[in-house]
């Protein structure tokens, strides 16, 4: 090899090596995002709404973009990640609650199971897709206008701690106004049995979904445990108990 050659290799060598350690700087999925020291993914099943949560793309950045294509900024906020789906609505339509069952509907859209699709209606009845007569789009934006996390709280399932999973969501609402909805997009757990959780939610005005990253107070290197984000809700978003709900 020509010494002219060997500095090119190097280089080379250098360029893959930095582009390695910014992929691992920058996971490209939910499922990318390090677990804790120690720790191993739960198991999911495949196909699933956990593992299709899983898989979800996420921004190369952590800018929060709103229905407006503004730049949401709010105190509260300490961001891991921005899962990467533009909001369909040019309109303050998706927000906390909404964003969850965008979720919901887009799991069944790329799975091809759209004629299984339900969402509520404001009272927590069930809207299917099957028999609305409208188009996706139409049935999304028709379940935002009317219904939101007091809806989630009525439709949905009941869940107990000690079985949260991915998909779950953690709902906020006492009386049927304004309330919040965060949603588990994954979970790990120790050698010992302890358990974290990736958890985000979107927010209004309507925004793009984050996923909040935990303090050492409130979990480990960026994941709750489940209490620890109940904590967290109270101290920051004290709208109603948080309880915990599955799309049945």
Known sequence: MSKAVRPL???????????????????????????????????????????WLRALPLKRDTQIRGFDGSTIRNGIYSVLAVVDMPLLFRRDLEQCADFCMRFWAEYHKTANML??????????KKTRFRTSGLSYQAFLRRAFNGSNSHSLKKGCSAVDDDNAAPGDMIVQNERGGIGHVSMILDACVSAKGERYYLIGFGFMPAQEFHIERADAEHGRVGWFTLDGFVRWLRENLNVGEPVLRRFP
Do not use: K, M, N
Not at 23 to 28: G, K, L, Y
Not at 115 to 124: H, P, R
């Open 9 to 51: 290799v190097g280089l080379s060598i250098a360029i893959i090596l930095f582009a390695s350690a910014r992929a691992q700087d920058h996971p490209r999925t939910v499922g990318e995002i390090a677990v804790p020291s120690g720790c191993s993914r739960a198991a999911v099943q495949a196909p699933s709404f956990g593992a």
């Open 115 to 124: 004629d299984a699709l339900y969402l509520f209606e404001y009272s927590g």
